[in-house]
């Protein structure tokens, strides 16, 4: 069988069975499998026990459960609620401050956890009750706490950038230096986008909050800045390289434990430990998958074809990067974001990279594409969670509120295609600090 | 029973991987002691974090799937999609499993030790993943079971990953 028709072979394997609705990870296992023994027989099975031993034993994957577990304790111990009251009656005297109070809060939940569902099941929780009482327009509210959830995929310390950073061999201290100034101007242009919103149109953002008494303000000071604290710490160790990024996951989840201290019974210690397995096992058997596919591609040479084949085609850098964008935005339809990052990647990285895509670069684009995956209809995941906190609003009514969001996600990328410096400016800075 | 001993094994996996890394760093910055090989160690925690923690992940419905489709048909269709799931992902993990403990065998025949500095028989580590891979191979026969014979599917949502 020639590489074309294997590798069609093998993406048909996995189309059908995904869309069947075979668990994803199991998919891919047996997509790689078919692929492998169809092309040199029961031998190369042998490779099996390494695959899977290999790819479960790597250094920078230690990093994800441990930052799981650091989101997680400060999630269970209920400090986000906290969190968001302090910072809305810090905010009062902006128009609609609850929403970019909301913004504020998920960027910084979002690089504590790491996770975008979290983050707006965290914030959602309390954000979406207390701008309903003030008169919020609640669609609106909606949409942007959909799209708030999303940026801890790019804010570092981000679990999708580890696994791009442990899948292709990208020093994960790179993408997460490269990871923070898009996350925080993503996090800025969705701010503006509200002001001006509000600005054109009182109704969406409801009455203001009432004064507060200054020792309430200095109350909820003591909530923010330990959480604020304990991000800086944890990105500056890594970015100073005082601390691998593993260690620096591992001291912040000493911080978490300090930071919660009071609020953390033996019983949501478990609990947190126990989600932090779960959604690990979760994240590495999907990755466990793509191992198995990866395998299947160079085995068959593949991967290997196909990237001769598009790079024969002299397709431009910039038309190859809406190829790309086209291909995550349809498959974001369907697949949710880390599982599309990973069945994607083994093809289209060497892609990328022969057209001459700064591989770092690429994984910041591959990361923005994965937020605008969360918020866009029907796999929209922060979609569900931010309606289950208020079933009066429409799923149609969330979908259209994040849509402006999403178009500014597809802004950020083409920001980043004519100014790569806005990723790359701070890889160059902290590696000189190194 | 024995999926969820496993996944408290996952459990204190994840606390040894974060004594071992944070006691690395501590050593290393106050010079009182030194934790030798700690990315090996973490390494090897993962792993038994990982392949201890399928089984029970699997039984409480923490695999996501995609549901297009499979969401939106009735029950008894469901159950039937996840008899023949069940059967391709037994079919699957037992090949994994087999080849899992042949890895292991072969690690345990010719003595292989780990690189670093603390030289540990490799096949020590890898037996988790072969126990894992065996315990969720039977998880997936026991579900199998379970939707044969009350007809109900493993339901199982869209889920988010991170």
Excluded at chain 1, 74 to 89: E, N
Excluded at chain 1, 125 to 151: D, I, Q, R, W
Excluded at chain 2, 35 to 60: K, Q
Excluded at chain 2, 103 to 126: A, E, K, N, T
Aim: aromatic share 12%.
């Amino acid at each position: 069988m020639g590489w074309g028709m294997e590798f069609a072979l093998l993406f048909a394997v996995i189309a059908v069975l995904l869309v069947a609705g075979m668990w994803t990870a199991l998919a891919l296992v047996i997509a790689g499998l078919v692929v492998i023994y169809v092309h040199s027989g029961s031998h190369t099975l042998e490779a099996i026990g390494s695959i899977e031993w290999n790819s479960n034993t790597n250094f920078t994957l230690t990093a994800v459960p441990l930052f799981i577990l650091m989101g997680q304790i400060i999630m269970t111990s209920g400090l986000s609620g906290d969190f968001f009251r302090a910072m809305s009656h810090w905010l009062r005297r902006v128009p609609g401050g609850l929403l970019p109070g909301s913004i504020v809060a998920c960027s910084v939940f979002a690089a504590t956890t790491g996770s975008s569902v979290a983050t707006a099941a965290a914030v959602g929780s309390v954000a979406v009750p207390e701008m309903k009482e003030k008169g919020y327009n609640m669609p609106f509210a909606a949409g942007t706490l959909a799209a708030g959830g999303t940026l801890g995929i790019l804010i570092p310390p981000s679990i999708c950038l580890i696994l791009y950073s442990s899948l292709e061999n990208v020093p994960v201290t790179q993408l997460f230096a490269a990871g923070l100034i898009p996350g925080l101007l993503l996090a800025g242009m969705f701010i503006v986008y509200i002001l001006i919103r509000g600005a054109f149109n009182s109704e969406l953002v409801g009455e203001r909050v009432a004064p507060v008494p200054l020792s309430v303000l200095l109350k909820g000071l003591v909530r923010i800045v330990p959480v604020v604290a304990l991000v800086c710490f944890v990105v500056t160790a890594i970015y100073a390289g005082i601390a691998t990024p593993t260690e620096a996951a591992s001291l912040g989840v000493c911080g978490a434990l300090v930071v919660s201290v009071g609020r953390l019974s033996p019983k949501k210690l478990y609990a947190a430990c126990r989600s932090a397995v779960q959604t690990t096992t979760m994240v590495l058997g999907i990755l466990l998958g793509a191992q198995f596919v990866s395998f299947a591609l160079v085995n068959s040479g593949a991967n290997r074809a196909f990237t001769d084949w598009i790079v024969a085609h002299n397709l431009g850098k910039y038309e190859l990067l809406v190829a790309i964008c086209v291909v995550y935005i349809l498959l974001g339809d369907f697949v949710e974001g880390i599982g599309m990052m990973l069945i994607t990647m083994p093809v289209l990285f060497p892609v990328a990279i022969a057209a001459g895509f700064d591989p770092v670069w690429f994984g910041i684009v591959v990361a923005v594409l994965i937020e605008l995956g969360q918020i866009t209809p029907p796999v929209g995941l922060n979609l569900f969670v931010i309606r289950g906190f208020d079933r009066d609003v429409l799923h149609g009514q969330i979908v259209r509120a994040a849509l402006p969001y999403a178009g500014l996600m597809i802004l950020l990328i083409a920001l980043l295609a004519f100014f790569p410096g806005i990723a790359l400016w701070l890889v160059h800075h902290t590696s000189q600090a190194q | 029973m024995l999926a969820f001993v496993a996944f408290i094994g996952g459990v204190v996996a994840l606390a040894v991987m974060f004594g071992y890394t944070a006691l690395g760093v501590l050593g290393r910055y106050t010079g009182w002691f030194a934790v030798l090989s700690s990315d090996e160690i973490g390494g090897y925690a993962l792993a038994a974090l990982f392949f201890l923690g399928l089984p029970y992940s699997f039984r409480r419905n923490h695999f996501v799937r995609v549901g297009v489709v499979y969401s939106r048909l009735r029950p008894s269709y469901r159950a039937a999609m996840d008899v023949a799931f069940c059967i391709l992902a037994l079919a699957a993990v037992i090949l994994l499993a087999y080849y899992s403990w042949q890895f292991i065998l072969q690690s345990y025949r010719f003595h292989l030790l780990s690189i670093g500095v603390v030289q540990v028989h490799l096949w020590i580590p890898q037996v988790a993943m072969g126990v894992g891979i065996s315990l969720f191979a039977f998880e997936l026969f026991a579900s199998l079971l379970r939707v044969l014979a009350f007809g109900e599917p493993l339901g199982g949502e869209e889920g988010a990953v991170v």
